[in-house]
């Protein structure tokens, strides 16, 4: 999920979710997502902004 939130809001245009109203959340996310056992095993962050940027395309 902490991994999604940033390619999501990005291929969508949308902010959800900020340091400001979310910190310790956003503070997680980020050292969850650079954690090397984490790392390892996370798809491209290319291929999926990608990927949801055309769904989002699709769907206007």
């Known amino acids: 999920m902490a991994f999604w939130f940033g390619i999501l809001e990005e291929a969508s245009g949308v902010v959800l979710v900020t340091s400001e109203k979310f910190p310790n959340f956003c503070g997680w996310r ?8 984490v790392k390892e ?18 769907l206007k």
């Open 41 to 58: 095993y996370l798809p491209s962050r290319d291929v999926l902004l990608a990927h949801f940027q055309s769904r989002f395309q699709s």
């Open 30 to 37: 980020d050292e969850y997502i650079n954690r090397s056992q």
